[in-house]
């Protein structure tokens, strides 16, 4: 056990020094070096179908959870009807479609309609783990990518329920009317978001009462872990209820720090709740800065899961078996690459986005260990066991691989056009948004307070963010939020001339003064501790004071950035510090 842990993450670390130099995704280098090792040093990797299957429901909740904590509730309500579309409609047609075709191109096969349709379940449903740990190696607009990632999130849901409640029935000879099929449905999509909903809760009440941060981790990956095996153990969708209880734990959190964000210093101070209700009425179950602390080790253990998953799909590859079926493979594979690209086009094409999207949304279809699942679970008895077996397994690696690098192909030959997206998509809030991308990216600085634009300083922080991990050096960063309702618009721009001169000649030629919206400027301070950024924002504030009248308000937030700090963290790291400084009446907080 401790060789097969010690090759584990030696496959990792091989992995990720072959994703740093040749920009090759880490998910096919573990693929690729796992096949060698056991193909070379068969000893070390000896796994059955049944081992596989066990390992995978081991894994998928440990890497499914960083996934989920990071997908924005907001925007899944903002596109729900595309994903709706991606998860369950598409899916639904390209099945048919798929299942209407194959008769006609592999003839010489007497598949029925139960058959076809066990098949290409296992094959229309994108793969939760591989696209997620592809996806994340490219720069691209947030909305694609949140399309990707739910989309495999939760079309998994859509082909198990088919899978297991209809193409297996009909596979065994049962008969399935509309009336049943309906019931199922509704059965395990009540019941697995239930379970999800019910389980969150219970650990969300734990963790309130638990304080101590490594208690409170092992409880966010009890409230996955529970909710996957009671869902299982009921025959009802286990990746829904992770789904179902995940979201309800970020609901949950985020309604509390909203409402009272600084409720535990409060009770420190006034020592008011004695009750165990009033406590857990109360009291935060975790604070914004733990949650983001919890968020990057979920990630760091999905890592080493996501390891082990690409491992053991590299160790069940059998090429004399790919070999023999070579051709099915190949049909197959050709077949759901055109009827995926048709049903991602129809949808780009109604919400009027950039047609290229359509070939990224294709080329993120890659299949993975729930397919290899699925057709494990295929009857012994089953006459075409072997051949579904190689065109899953297949496919799988075909995906993977072929999708990958043609994926990095599009993205190296279209990199201008999803870097205007980016820029585009950045600036939805931002004043200068109605005017032209041409306009835009000449007008690089505000007009008074000679600030950059916001998607300017974005694209300089996570420049600087990249120093930061490679380097090992420091950076922190301050936000100035200015309140001034009684302000013409012409006294408001004399007070952002003022402003910007008094930052441009406090920092240095190396720090970066920038403009997120019309009432929040951003200050990054290079190779600055955070206790030198506090100066620097302590300079500042009063010359402010001595500047601007008695009517016009304006707090600090101040922050400093970690090696795992992407844009996002460090806005919201500034944000949480300026609402502290609010609740507080203080000038200056700090938030870690």
């Given at each position: 056990m401790l060789t097969l842990i010690t090759v584990l993450i030696l496959i990792i670390l091989l992995s990720r020094i072959t994703e740093e130099t040749t920009k090759i995704p880490s998910t096919l280098a573990i693929i690729l070096y796992a096949f060698l090792l056991s193909i070379f040093f068969p000893h070390l990797f000896s796994i059955s179908s049944e081992e596989f299957n066990e390992i995978l429901y081991l894994m998928l909740p440990i890497i499914l959870l960083p996934d989920i904590l990071n997908i924005s509730i907001k925007e899944l309500k903002l596109y729900a009807k595309e994903i709706f579309y991606l998860a369950v409609v598409s899916v639904i047609v390209s099945i048919a479609l798929a299942s209407f075709v194959t008769p006609y191109i592999l003839p010489e096969y007497s598949f029925t309609f139960g058959m076809l349709l066990a098949l290409f379940t296992m094959l229309m449903a994108t793969d939760a783990i591989t696209v997620s740990s592809i996806m994340a190696r490219f720069k691209l607009?947030?909305?694609?990518?949140?399309?990707?990632?739910?989309?495999?999130?939760?079309?998994?849901?859509?082909?198990?329920?088919?899978?297991?409640?209809?193409?297996?029935?009909?596979?065994?000879?049962?008969?399935?009317?509309?009336?049943?099929?309906?019931?199922?449905?509704?059965?395990?999509?009540?019941?697995?978001?239930?379970?999800?909903?019910?389980?969150?809760?219970?650990?969300?009440?734990?963790?309130?009462?638990?304080?101590?941060?490594?208690?409170?981790?092992?409880?966010?990956?009890?409230?996955?872990?529970?909710?996957?095996?009671?869902?299982?153990?009921?025959?009802?969708?286990?990746?829904?209820?992770?789904?179902?209880?995940?979201?309800?734990?970020?609901?949950?959190?985020?309604?509390?720090?909203?409402?009272?964000?600084?409720?535990?210093?409060?009770?420190?101070?006034?020592?008011?709740?004695?009750?165990?209700?009033e406590f857990l009425k109360n009291v935060p179950a975790i604070t914004k800065h733990e949650f983001r602390e919890y968020k990057k080790e979920a990630m760091f253990v999905g890592v080493f899961a996501n390891a082990v998953v690409f491992t053991v799909i590299a160790n069940i590859i059998d090429l004399h078996l790919l070999l023999r079926y070579w051709y099915e493979i190949l049909v197959v594979f050709a077949l759901t690459s055109v009827i995926r690209f048709a049903s991602t086009a129809s949808l780009i094409a109604t919400m009027k986005l950039p047609f290229y999207w359509t070939k990224t949304l294709t080329l993120s279809g890659t299949k993975g260990a729930l397919a290899i699942i699925m057709v494990h679970s295929l009857p012994a008895?089953?006459?075409?066991?072997?051949?579904?077996?190689?065109?899953?397994?297949?496919?799988?690696?075909?995906?993977?691989?072929?999708?990958?690098?043609?994926?990095?192909?599009?993205?190296?030959?279209?990199?201008?056009?999803?870097?205007?997206?980016?820029?585009?998509?950045?600036?939805?809030?931002?004043?200068?948004?109605?005017?032209?991308?041409?306009?835009?990216?000449?007008?690089?600085?505000?007009?008074?307070?000679?600030?950059?634009?916001?998607?300017?300083?974005?694209?300089?922080?996570?420049?600087?963010?990249?120093?930061?991990?490679?380097?090992?050096?420091?950076?922190?960063?301050?936000?100035?939020?200015?309140?001034?309702?009684?302000?013409?618009?012409?006294?408001?721009?004399?007070?952002?001339?003022?402003?910007?001169?008094?930052?441009?000649?406090?920092?240095?030629?190396?720090?970066?003064?920038?403009?997120?919206?019309?009432?929040?400027?951003?200050?990054?301070?290079?190779?600055?501790?955070?206790?030198?950024?506090?100066?620097?924002?302590?300079?500042?504030?009063?010359?402010l004071e001595e500047i601007l009248d008695k009517e016009v308000g304006f707090h600090f937030g101040v922050t400093e950035a970690h090696e795992t700090d992407d844009v996002a963290a460090i806005f919201e790291k500034l944000g949480d510090a300026v609402v502290k400084s609010i609740d507080h009446k203080k000038g200056i907080e700090i938030e870690v």
């Open positions: 607009p947030n909305r694609l990518k949140i399309y990707a990632e739910s989309e495999s999130l939760f079309n998994d849901v859509t082909a198990l329920i088919i899978y297991y409640f209809i193409a297996l029935p009909l596979l065994e000879g049962s008969t399935v009317d509309a009336m049943s099929v309906n019931f199922i449905v509704f059965k395990v999509l009540f019941f697995s978001t239930l379970i999800g909903v019910a389980t969150a809760s219970a650990g969300f009440l734990a963790i309130k009462i638990l304080r101590n941060p490594f208690d409170q981790f092992l409880i966010i990956y009890l409230i996955v872990i529970v909710s996957f095996l009671v869902a299982e153990h009921f025959h009802i969708a286990g990746i829904l209820s992770i789904v179902a209880a995940v979201i309800t734990f970020k609901i949950l959190v985020q309604r509390e720090t909203k409402k009272n964000p600084h409720a535990i210093e409060k009770q420190e101070e006034e020592g008011v709740y004695t009750t165990l209700m008895w089953f006459v075409y066991k072997e051949l579904f077996t190689a065109i899953v397994i297949g496919n799988v690696i075909v995906s993977t691989f072929i999708y990958t690098f043609l994926l990095m192909w599009h993205i190296a030959s279209h990199a201008k056009e999803y870097e205007s997206d980016c820029a585009q998509e950045n600036m939805e809030h931002d004043p200068l948004a109605t005017f032209s991308k041409e306009l835009v990216s000449v007008l690089e600085k505000d007009t008074y307070s000679k600030a950059y634009n916001r998607v300017f300083i974005e694209d300089i922080l996570s420049k600087e963010l990249a120093r930061v991990r490679r380097y090992k050096i420091e950076l922190s960063a301050i936000v100035l939020k200015l309140t001034c309702q009684a302000c013409s618009e012409k006294q408001r721009h004399e007070i952002v001339h003022a402003i910007g001169s008094i930052i441009t000649e406090d920092i240095r030629t190396n720090d970066y003064f920038g403009k997120l919206d019309e009432e929040r400027f951003v200050i990054l301070a290079t190779n600055t501790s955070l206790s030198g950024a506090l100066v620097l924002a302590q300079k500042i504030e009063k010359q």
